[in-house]
């Protein structure tokens, strides 16, 4: 069975880590014939150091469904159409937006101080940062509204009108996602895995990943998240851990 796992708020509840209590459960999965796969919202390479030498050769769905590491090697990207990335970027700068741009290792910002996960960004100092105009095959842009919510409406449907992204807006951190157009956690797992699969997840954006798995946990109490849960449990890596075990051996040759 496939077990997949959300990361920030999910494996790790201060951005930087997971819990050795709950890697060594992981490291488990195969005793019970599972495998495990990682997805998050995060690139790859923001990945690397919070899962360690180990868990990062497992299957990593990166970027929201933008792209999958395996074995440590990128075997498949969506890229953000070029058009509407040029449009993006020209909206932004009009505007003095911060934002963020990711391709399949590098990446682009602006007005980098206001964005509120900039601290996790490339922790092992591996990726090489341009300009946006120099970022080869764009996956996922990050624009933060912190001071332009307003904005948001704006944005929302200029962006349906090109139909060009799908978007997620995250309201604790006040910013907008830009992936590709139909592209999700939940549509490049389904391209990956034609398998049922247990998810584990905590916010918005593993919403479409709870409605397709065979049974989802949700991790904390994301009152939109709840509604496509079978389970719940608290953001506690002790409890994390010992639901993680509960289902490798509840599920363990199904």
């Known amino acids: 069975m496939n077990f997949i796992f959300d990361l920030d708020g999910t494996l790790s509840f201060d ?19 599972h495998k495990i796969n990682f997805a998050s919202a995060r690139s790859y390479r923001d990945s690397l150091k919070m899962l360690g030498e180990e868990l990062a050769q497992e299957r990593v769905f990166g970027l929201n469904g933008g792209l999958v590491y395996e074995k440590g090697h990128l075997v498949l990207e ?20 911060p934002y963020f741009v990711d391709n399949s290792f590098n990446y682009a910002t ?43 409406a704006d944005i929302s449907y200029r962006t349906k009108e090109m139909n060009l992204f799908e978007l997620i807006y995250h309201e604790n951190e006040k910013c907008l996602y830009l992936n590709p157009s139909n592209i999700s956690k939940a549509s490049t797992i389904k391209e990956v895995l034609d398998e049922p699969y247990i998810a584990f997840g905590n916010d918005k954006n593993d919403i479409n990943m709870f409605k397709d798995a065979l049974y989802a946990v949700q991790v904390g109490r994301y009152p939109y998240l709840k509604m496509y849960a079978d389970d719940q449990v608290d953001a506690d890596s002790q409890l994390v851990a010992a639901k993680i075990l509960e289902l490798f051996q509840e599920f363990q040759g199904k």
């Open 110 to 152: 602006d007005n980098e101080e206001y964005l509120p996960f900039i601290k996790m960004v490339d922790p092992l100092n591996l990726a090489q940062k341009v300009s946006a105009d120099k970022l080869k095959d764009p996956i996922k842009m990050v624009v933060y509204l912190g001071n332009h919510e307003d904005l948001l």
């Open 15 to 33: 951005g930087f880590s997971i819990d050795e209590k709950i890697k060594k459960v992981l490291a488990q999965a195969s005793n019970y014939g």
């Open 78 to 97: 969506h890229n953000l159409d070029p058009v509407g990335y040029q449009e993006a970027l020209k909206y932004c700068r009009y505007y003095n937006l």
